[in-house]
């Protein structure tokens, strides 16, 4: 993987920051797609010298969106950007994946909208303050962040999270596409919430992101009005809502239930116990914490064991067979078949990276 350089970061105001057990730098799932010239990895900081921040939409091959049309959240943060649509013929949107790691960071208003969605069975805690508002949401796997153009939000990222970035440009949303509903502008945050259509559509710019042989243009321009399509779709018909169908877990019970998970790692835990602490019986618990997280409690569980693997691998003095005692697995062979299905690499591959 390709990070900025010293002379980038110095000239943003970056510090590096050195890799800890809490903040692994070591990429997830496909390492082809982890490989990537400085000059693509690079590219948002060198936005400056791109397209003037008029009234021009249309973008040239090897630039990213106007200054004014992305955020430079991800560089102030420094997070790992793995693959960029920079370089493709992509003129209506500009994509990126990345590895997140913990931040506090405001974006800015810009003149595109902004999707991000979190890759891999994860879920995290985020605190958005927008609107003179304070959210604080536990993010249920797949669970999406959209900022409409002209809106301005600070996020607070507590856990390392694997994400891809797309942004749309205002040109997208044009009237000769659409017609006049909803301006961009008017559209509603989406703070966590699923929505299984902007899921797909934008999984398969991931896809496409990460294949060898370059797709055409028009498809990537298929999915892009496809999102712009729904995002209209679910701001001017009342039928669509991001308000869960059923009872959500509080914030004080998501709390109870990590600490109490967190600390029986070691433990057979079962269903019972878990919805106990939250206060409810098994088929309330199941239902709710399914319309909080977006996954089961045993893959919540399994999360949580992998993300304290991980931390353990990035300490030398403990053994594969250690590790997976302290995780609750029966033996290596577990969690090696874990890791691997929740990170696309082995235990032993994670720690030499690592």
């Known amino acids: 993987m390709v990070r900025c350089g010293n002379d980038q970061r110095r000239a943003n105001n970056v510090s590096p920051r050195r890799p800890d057990a809490m903040t692994s730098r070591t990429p997830v799932a496909r390492e ?6 400085t000059f693509a990895n690079c590219l948002l900081l060198r936005a400056s010298h791109a397209i003037d921040q008029g009234e021009e939409n249309t973008l040239s091959p090897l630039s990213p969106f106007p ?34 790691y913990p931040f506090n960071e405001m974006f800015g208003a810009v003149s595109s909208c902004l999707m991000v969605i979190p890759r891999g069975i994860v879920v995290t805690d985020v605190t958005y303050k927008l609107q003179g508002r304070t959210v604080t949401r536990h993010i249920p796997h797949r669970g999406l962040f959209f900022l409409p153009a002209g809106s301005a939000c600070e996020v607070d990222l507590r856990n390392v999270l694997d994400t891809i970035h797309i942004y749309l440009p205002p040109g997208l949303f044009s009237e000769q596409n659409f017609g006049a509903r909803v301006a961009p502008s008017d559209f509603a945050p989406i703070l966590g ?20 042989a370059p797709r055409p243009s028009l498809l990537v321009d298929i999915i892009a009005h496809a999102i712009a399509a ?42 019972a116990s878990m919805a106990a602490v939250c206060g409810l019986n098994n088929e309330e618990f199941m239902r709710a914490f ?21 931390d353990l691998l990035c300490d030398p003095s403990w053994t594969l067979p250690d590790i997976a005692a302290e995780c609750g697995f029966s033996h290596q062979q577990h969690l090696t078949s874990t890791f691997r299905r929740f990170t696309g690499r082995t235990p032993a591959a994670y720690r030499r990276g690592a």
């Open 32 to 37: 082809d797609a982890a490989i990537l010239p």
């Open 193 to 212: 919430e699923r929505d299984a259509v902007l899921e797909h559509l934008g999984a398969a710019i991931a896809e496409i992101m990460q294949e060898d």
């Open 230 to 271: 729904r995002l209209f779709a679910v701001n001017s018909d009342p039928k669509h809502t991001h308000t869960p169908s059923h009872r959500r877990l509080g914030q004080k019970q998501i709390e109870r239930l990590r600490d109490f998970v967190s600390a029986n790692l070691t433990s057979d835990i079962t269903l």
């Open 290 to 310: 399914k319309a909080t997280a977006g996954i089961s409690p045993y893959q919540y569980v399994l999360a949580l064991r992998i993300a304290r693997a991980r």
């Open 67 to 100: 200054t004014k049309q992305v955020h430079d959240v991800l560089q102030k943060s420094a997070a790992d950007i793995y693959v960029t649509s920079a370089g493709r013929d992509w003129t209506s949107i500009f994509a990126s994946m990345q590895r997140e």
